[in-house]
């Protein structure tokens, strides 16, 4: 609703200012108020065809307009038509050389055209101009990593973290380079980082993966009711089967998801405790009491629960690890 009462505002504000008599300079900003709000507009909706119309009619009117060639040509990448995308924004950023923002969509366009050199050129030159424009900065890193430049671009990276810690594709990315560069304490806690903010998604189950390569079971990938969902340890105070507040919330999303699930199979939990079977057996039942406490409507005979007094063998590729003390789960489909 927000955006509907914006985009009125904007055109009866315009359609009040288009009756005027302007003078020369005062079209020309009318002009460039125009074409943000309206580009805007198509950009923040989505309606890039509709962009495309509106912005070709106005070149027609005024073909040195560099809004209406940055916007045009942001709406043609939006719609996969990177060559004429591309067109655009280099005469948008011949008609203003010293804007950032049209830099680096240029470079972005150049990625679309596969020309990775320029691409680089056009997040160098934005730097130059705005050495704290994220994006630039971000792109240019995306940009050093494919070429291998692994140094270069953490560097990249952990200056957009400086600003932006949360940044999905930078925490994750940041996580592989550390990776190849050997650098596995620091891969480790890197990917933890981004499962701290992230857990739902391909690229959290590929740093959970990773995590496991690198000998750290903080974070498991478990196939559950038909889907792999990454899943942070189950924990509990030392000594004890008191569940630690992380670990409740790590219940609370498994809980929920076995209640909307439109299934009678039961959900296998094993605990595995290295030389103390009383223990494994305290926790495991903790677990399922705090899930039928919790979840009134999840029928005690969807969770099972086994425990052991072996240590865990899990094998991640040619590689075999043994957790002392571990749960694992089988979810049902």
């Excluded at 027609?60 to 060639?69: G, Q």
């Excluded at 004429?84 to 010293?98: I, S, T």
């Excluded at 009711?225 to 189950?234: A, D």
Aim: hydrophobic fraction near 35%; proline fraction near 3%; include cysteine.
């Amino acid at each position: 609703m927000k955006k509907v009462n914006a985009a009125a505002t904007i055109v009866l504000v315009l359609t009040l200012l288009a009756g005027c008599t302007f003078n020369k300079a005062v079209k020309r900003q009318y002009d460039r108020v125009r074409n943000t709000a309206v580009g805007n507009y198509y950009i923040d909706t989505g309606n890039y065809k509709a962009g495309i119309r509106s912005f070709s009619a106005t070149l027609k009117e005024n073909s040195e307009d560099p809004k209406a060639h940055y916007y045009l040509g942001r709406c043609y990448l939006a719609e996969d038509q990177p060559k004429e995308g591309l067109n655009h924004l280099q005469k948008a950023v011949k008609l203003v050389p010293g804007n950032p923002d049209y830099l680096f969509w240029q470079g972005v366009a150049y990625a679309a055209n596969n020309n990775p050199k320029m691409e680089r050129k056009s997040y160098l030159r934005a730097l130059a101009i705005d050495d704290d424009h994220l994006q630039a900065r971000c792109y240019l890193g995306h940009n050093q990593m494919a070429a291998k430049e692994y140094t270069a671009a953490l560097y990249s990276y952990n200056r957009v973290l400086k600003h932006w810690p949360t940044h999905p594709q930078v925490l994750y990315n940041r996580g592989l380079i550390l990776k190849k560069l050997g650098r596995t304490p620091e891969e480790i806690t890197a990917f933890r980082l981004y499962l701290e903010s992230y857990t739902t998604g391909a690229h959290a189950r590929k740093a959970a993966y990773h995590l496991n390569e690198a000998g750290d079971f903080g974070y498991r990938n478990y196939q559950v009711g038909g889907r792999m969902v990454t899943l942070r340890k189950i924990e509990f105070e030392p000594f004890t089967a008191i569940l630690t507040k992380e670990s409740k919330k790590t219940l609370d999303f498994l809980g929920n998801m076995l209640v909307r699930q439109r299934t009678n199979s039961p959900c296998q939990l094993i605990y595995y405790q290295k030389n103390n079977l009383a223990l494994a057996e305290a926790r495991v039942k903790s677990i399922k009491k705090y899930l039928l406490k919790k979840y009134s409507r999840l029928p005690a005979r969807r969770i099972r629960i086994s425990w052991f007094k072996s240590a865990e063998k899990i094998k991640i590729g040619k590689k075999v690890y043994y957790q002392g003390e571990s749960v694992n789960l089988f979810g049902a489909r």
